[in-house]
């Protein structure tokens, strides 16, 4: 905002009265906030710092100790500069004993050879200081119109940093919390050699405050969040020939990077509850589907008003869950039963909620980057429902799959695997039900598969989707309980023998004692005992294949009536 040293000494009236520099020139750069004339030599407890001095020294200390005091009373309020005009005190040039002082005080000196008005000097001085206060409060309301502007077409993220950069007419960078780069525009650089190792680059980015200027790395720093919690930074990177003379960004940019680090907050805050609404109004219309709640007709009819049309369509339900825990390790597939979903048991209710919450926006997310139409929300505490619909049938099996690519790179980063599942496919809104319940149970049938990179039908799940059909059918209960009762009875009174697992690990790998000792842990002798002590306790030989089969179905089974309690 402020012109610098060097910049009124180029001016006319200055340039009149032959400057010349006779101390401390690697000073030049600093800005000047005001002029000020003097001949008094204690005039430094009225200076606030930033002031140009003009003086003729007609008033300045005829010693030396006063001329050297005079001067550092000058730099220690942080002046910008003295200017002497000769002729009157000094002719031939300011004392030695000045410049020396002025050196090694590092405060810039210049002498004027020839007699200048020094109104002339501050009224220059002065309107160039206005002009610039003026040219900086255009700029200012130019950035805040702009942003208004783009807060009110609710701007994506990318636009908003783009004009941003072009704006400061530098690179702007916005990251997420982890140092990852969630948007950037490079201005005309080219963007590798900005972005590459950006992550190690960006830590050594840590200025203080909320908005500051880190010197070392030449980048401006603002936080973005909202409502107390924040969740990127905005970087801007300012070139040198940007910066004050005090070697700082000037106002504007920091006021530019902050507009822009409120617009993006309050975008997020929008998107995200009009996402939250728009997804209240799809559970609402799943759900309706599902139990029956409304007549299909009007159903179809509010999702058409949403931009989801559903008649004269292929429809197919889709489910996706989380994985259950432990299904990525062999010793976590014989740990038993009934283990805990991929959702930590311990989370409570809320936090279950919420990650359901954010599977779900990811969900909708995929399906626009995907381009297909649909409904999607939570359907039940475990899984995310689409009812996708496509043009016909031949088009099903591509748009599960751009589906599919979809949420895997959204949740690449993500550590908890998720399995997709679809139904069969229909051709009514009045059927869709049926092919919602036959996606969800295909995602619970299939909630310990690891294949991540195919979505499921029932075919995929095989025997565990027909034991989970059938989960619920006393006659299941009744078979899992005469093949497993003494088992199950004895493991109640001794659980650390952990004999269940020893049994399931033995199956699973089709009776291969030493895979199976291997994945639970034991030496081979150890397992061998424990399978004999199995034996007598199921009272079968467990070298007989069709033993160990009827054992098999009776564990998948157990699996399936201990995962969820009967509604």
């Not at 060097?6 to 101390?23: I, N, Q, S």
């Amino acid at each position: 905002m402020f012109p610098t040293v060097r910049e009124v000494l180029a001016l006319d009236p200055v340039r009149h009265g032959g400057p010349r520099v006779v101390a401390a020139e690697e000073g030049l750069d600093r800005p000047v906030r005001w002029v000020h004339v003097t001949e008094v030599p204690d005039i430094a407890s009225l200076l606030r710092g930033g002031e140009l001095v003009l003086t003729t020294g007609i008033g300045l200390p005829a010693d030396d100790a006063g001329v050297r005091a005079f001067i550092a009373d000058l730099a220690e309020v942080g002046v910008s500069g003295l200017v002497v005009e000769l002729g009157r005190r000094y002719h031939g040039g300011v004392p030695k004993v000045m410049a020396a002082a002025a050196h090694r005080r590092g405060l810039p000196l210049v002498e004027l050879r020839r007699e200048t008005p020094f109104v002339l000097i501050t009224e220059a001085v002065h309107a160039l200081i206005v002009d610039a206060q003026l040219a900086e409060l255009r700029a200012t309301e130019e950035i805040h119109q702009r942003f208004t502007e783009l807060s009110v077409e609710g701007a994506e993220t990318t636009e908003v940093v783009r004009q941003a950069a072009e704006l400061a007419g530098a690179p702007v960078v916005l990251e997420n919390l982890s140092r990852r780069v969630l948007a950037y525009h490079t201005v005309g650089e080219n963007p590798r050699l900005l972005l590459d190792g950006w992550e190690q680059h960006s830590r050594r980015i840590q200025p203080t405050g909320r908005t500051a200027y880190h010197a070392d790395t030449g980048w401006l720093v603002t936080m973005v969040g909202a409502r107390g919690q924040d969740w990127g930074r905005l970087l801007l990177r300012c070139p040198a020939a940007g910066l004050s003379g005090s070697g700082g960004p000037p106002l504007r940019w920091s006021i530019l990077l902050e507009r822009a680090a409120s617009t993006l907050a309050l975008g997020r805050l929008i998107r995200r509850d009009a996402e939250g609404l728009e997804r209240q109004i799809h559970r609402t219309l799943l759900t309706a589907l599902l139990d029956g709640s409304q007549p299909v007709d009007e159903v179809a009819m509010r999702a058409r008003a949403l931009g989801v049309g559903l008649d004269r369509r292929h429809l197919v339900g889709v489910a996706v869950r989380f994985r259950d825990a432990g299904s990525d390790t062999e010793s976590g597939a014989a740990g038993g039963a009934g283990s805990a979903v991929a959702v930590p048991a311990a989370d409570s209710a809320e936090a279950v909620q919420a990650r359901l919450r954010d599977l779900a926006e990811t969900v909708g997310l995929a399906l626009r980057e995907a381009g297909l139409t649909g409904l999607a929300s939570p359907l039940d505490e475990y899984a995310v429902g689409v009812l996708l619909a496509v043009r016909d049938a031949s088009a099903a099996d591509p748009a599960l799959d751009d589906l599919l690519a979809a949420l895997h790179r959204l949740r690449r980063s993500e550590p908890v695997p998720v399995v997709v599942a679809a139904g069969s496919g229909v051709d009514s809104v009045r059927e869709a039900r049926r092919t919602l319940v036959e996606a969800r149970q295909v995602a619970e049938a299939g909630r310990r598969d690891r294949r991540a990179d195919q979505v499921l039908r029932l075919p995929d799940v095989g025997l565990a989707g027909l034991l989970h059909l059938l989960r619920e059918e006393p006659r299941l209960q009744v078979f899992v309980e005469r093949e497993l009762g003494a088992l199950l009875t004895y493991e109640a009174r001794h659980p650390r023998e952990r004999m269940l697992a020893t049994l399931r690990a033995y199956l699973e790998h089709g009776r291969n004692k030493s895979a199976a000792a291997a994945a639970v842990h034991l030496s081979r002798p150890a397992f061998y005992e424990r399978l004999t002590r199995l034996g007598r306790i199921l009272g079968v030989d467990l070298d007989s294949v069709q033993a160990c089969l009827s054992l098999h179905v009776a564990v998948l089974a157990l699996d399936e009536v201990r995962a969820r309690p009967p509604a």
